[in-house]
Structures are given as structure tokens and as C-alpha cells.
Nanobody, 127 residues
């Protein structure tokens, strides 16, 4: 099982960027996939997650709700995170993680819900 996060970069405040999490070695559509982030000096926090394709349920952290959108890209076997209206406080290393199951619940922010993690991609929001 492998997860590859990509798409990070340097963006100006108010800008947009799309991250992608490509999975291999398992049926991506059958598992919950989440995005986490870790800023310097801070703990890792859950950003968003999406359940299996059959259920299509998603959750967002309050800080990104309305600005970020998680979705599945079946053509690329990936989960994307579209980030709009970016703020300097969104600066962090973003990781994707594979859930242990196909369902999403209120415990989606807990590390214990996930069994594989990607290597992370850096997002810097700065003018």
C-alpha cells in the first residue's frame, strides 16, 4: 500500500491550489481517505476526509469549511483537495492518509482511524 501526495507549492494569499493523493496497492474507492496538515511548531490536524465512493460522505475542519473541497478523481485513482481563498495560516505540510474502513464518522480526526500515510507535500501561502 502506498499513498503519494502532490501538488504543493507557493501561493499568494487569496489564491488557489489543488492537492492530489494517489493510491496504489489497494482499491482507493473502497476506503476513507483523509487530508491532514502540520504547521511548524504545531500538532498535526485533520483537514478533511471522504468516505468510500459508495457513501460519498465528507467532513471538513471548521477552519477550512467553505474554502476547501475534497473529491475523488476516478480517472486518476486519486483523491483531490481543492483549496481556495488560501490564507497564510494554511501554510503547512499536507499529508493524505488511508482509513481503516470505508465509513466516515465524527472520529475522523483521530490518527488511529488511519493505517497508511503519504509522505507529505508542502504548501506555503505568502506574499
Amino acid at each position: 500500500v502506498q499513498l503519494q501526495a502532490s501538488g504543493g507549492g507557493l501561493v499568494q494569499p487569496g489564491g488557489s491550489l489543488r492537492l492530489s493523493c494517489a493510491g496504489s496497492g489497494f482499491p482507493l474507492d473502497d476506503f476513507t481517505i483523509a487530508w491532514f496538515r502540520q504547521a511548524p511548531g504545531k500538532e498535526r490536524e485533520g483537514v478533511s476526509c471522504i468516505s468510500s465512493s459508495d457513501t460519498g460522505k465528507s467532513y471538513y475542519a471548521h477552519s477550512v469549511k467553505g474554502r476547501f473541497t475534497i473529491a475523488r478523481d476516478k480517472t486518476k485513482n486519486a483523491v483531490t483537495l481543492q483549496m481556495n481563498s488560501l490564507k497564510p495560516e494554511d501554510t503547512a505540510v499536507y499529508y493524505c492518509a488511508k482509513g481503516k474502513t470505508w465509513v466516515v464518522s465524527e472520529t475522523w480526526r483521530l490518527d488511529d482511524e488511519y493505517d497508511y500515510w503519504g509522505q507529505g507535500t508542502q504548501l506555503t501561502v505568502s506574499s
